[in-house]
């Protein structure tokens, strides 16, 4: 793994959302901070569980069974088994394994949460941690099996199991038994002390990383959609009074008028305005900044939700070095990331939508002002036999009608499981799992909008339609770094390779927009 920037240090300050997903692309190093009296807090927990088992204290999850088994005593000759026992039984994940890029920012999160000083590990375990991280060893992981609460404990037993040197991990793009690796790189596996299979497995990493993650994916969709859709209304040679900065301060939304003022912009409004034989465009384009802008003003509360996760100490019971407490209750409940992931699903699939709608005016003759039907680029007899973006406008039809149906809210599905103890369940992981999945399509509908819209651009460039010079600097460049990787679709031709090729580049942020 080859970092580029400062490493992000865990407890010393907070952790954002842009550290996660550094971490998880690994531009950056995670390390502990070396502070003495950080060290000093993490160890006052441990020691603090460590004298109030020789005092015969009663504590869940250390001295009790599990859930529902919390009236099971476990003798105190046992005590030293009982972390093992939770990582071994929760070992019956299934589904896709997570990415590599996932698992760090899995490891991420769950070392944030544990550097808030409130779980009761050792500063050996949060060693382990920074050096499966620094080491980029990344525990296998199955996606699936979590009701987000008590946490996400049965993927999170993969990261346990890996501290101790079971299971497998990814390394260097294989899948090894953890054991080899760490033989091979001198790590001794540690032990499992009194509450950390707990502390580790019991809390909400596995659905804040992935939030994370979806988070910034969001941000640039935002901010993508926008320009495609100054794209689709310079190419529908729209009315851009539709933006103007006096409609806007009557509606006041921040994010809303952010959308209006980057569209205006783009379409050099104040230059070059457009006032088309249409008095209203259609609502595809005409309320785009209502649209994409009721996303963009959700995200401040969406970040604040993530990120309080993110900095909390989320597992259970609390424990209270310096106090001296043993506090029991329900930090690892994920509803607060529930909450946030079935929201921005549903705005994101919006986005979906709305392109949709945008590639359906721009495909059709009937309502694209003049652009030849399905934005074939043939000429003469050859257009006959050509379809241009004909299949790509059925696809995009495909991938947006599956993000509409995966935006059903997963929090209200709340099962009751494990002997009714955990009765009421957050379902957080679901509601993630799914927002990524929305975002995959989502960032397909984009790719296929992209290639479009920059195609119909074109057509009435070469058609003598629009004049070169009125573009704003901002649409010009996306003219050009679209079609460094992209020709005119003349004729038909499979743009399969090019669509995923396009996903890949959005995935990355390739492309120009407001930043």
Request: charged share 20%; aromatic share 6%.
């Amino acid at each position: 793994m080859t970092t580029t920037s400062s490493p992000i240090t865990f407890g010393k300050g907070k952790i954002t959302i842009e550290d996660i997903n550094a971490l998880a692309k690994g531009q950056v190093e995670a390390r502990l901070n070396p502070a003495p009296d950080f060290k000093a807090k993490i160890q006052q927990g441990a020691d603090f569980l460590r004298d109030l088992l020789q005092e015969d204290g009663v504590i869940y999850g250390v001295t009790t069974g599990y859930g529902d088994s919390v009236t099971e005593q476990v003798p105190l000759s046992n005590v030293h088994e009982l972390p093992l026992h939770l990582t071994r039984f929760h070992g019956c994940g299934m589904g896709d394994i997570f990415s590599v890029e996932q698992t760090r920012a899995i490891l991420g999160a769950r070392l944030a949460s544990l550097s808030q000083g409130y779980s009761g590990v050792s500063w050996r375990l949060l060693e382990q941690l920074e050096t499966l991280l620094q080491q980029d060893i990344m525990p296998r992981i199955p996606q699936e099996g979590s009701v987000g609460a008590s946490g996400d404990l049965t993927p999170l037993s993969y990261v346990a199991a890996a501290l101790i040197g079971e299971r497998d991990v990814m390394y260097h793009g294989k899948t090894l038994p953890t054991e080899d690796v760490f033989r091979q790189l001198g790590i001794e596996p540690i032990k499992l002390q009194p509450k950390e299979g707990l502390a580790v497995m019991n809390g909400t990493a596995v659905m804040t990383a992935l939030a994370c993650l979806a988070y910034q994916r969001a941000e640039y969709l935002i901010e993508l959609c926008s320009r495609i859709t100054a794209l689709c209304s310079t190419a529908l040679q729209g009315n851009s009074a539709h933006f103007d900065e006096i409609l806007f301060n009557a509606k006041p939304h921040p994010g809303q008028n952010q959308i209006a003022a980057w569209i205006r912009d783009d379409l050099n409004h104040h230059r070059h305005p457009r006032n088309s034989s249409r008095l209203q465009d259609r609502y595809s384009i005409r309320c785009a900044p209502h649209i994409i802008g009721a996303v963009k003003d959700s995200m401040p509360w969406i970040r604040q939700m993530i990120e309080t996760e993110l900095n909390s100490a989320n597992d259970n019971p609390i424990i209270d070095g310096a106090g001296q407490h043993v506090l029991h209750g329900g930090h690892f409940y994920g509803g607060h990331i529930a909450m946030v992931m079935d929201t921005l699903k549903t705005g994101i699939a919006n986005l979906a939508d709305l392109m949709d709608r945008q590639m359906a005016l721009l495909m059709d003759r009937k309502f694209n002002n003049g652009l030849p039907n399905n934005l074939s680029a043939a000429e003469d007899g050859r257009k006959p036999i050509n379809h241009g973006f004909k299949a790509v406008q059925i696809g995009i039809s495909a991938w947006t009608a599956e993000a509409l149906k995966n935006t059903m809210p997963a929090s209200v599905f709340s099962r009751s499981t494990e002997c009714h103890n955990q009765d009421k369940v957050s379902m957080g992981t679901i509601a993630a799992r799914d927002c990524l999945r929305i975002l995959e399509l989502t960032e397909q509908v984009a790719a296929a909008s992209l290639m479009a819209s920059v195609q119909a651009v074109q057509l009435r460039i070469n058609h003598n339609e629009l004049e070169p010079d009125s573009l704003s600097d901002s649409i010009t460049t996306t003219l050009e770094e679209v079609f460094q990787h992209f020709s005119l679709v003349d004729e038909d031709r499979p743009l399969e390779q090019e669509l995923r090729h396009f996903v890949e580049l959005i995935q990355r942020q390739h492309w120009s927009t407001y930043g």
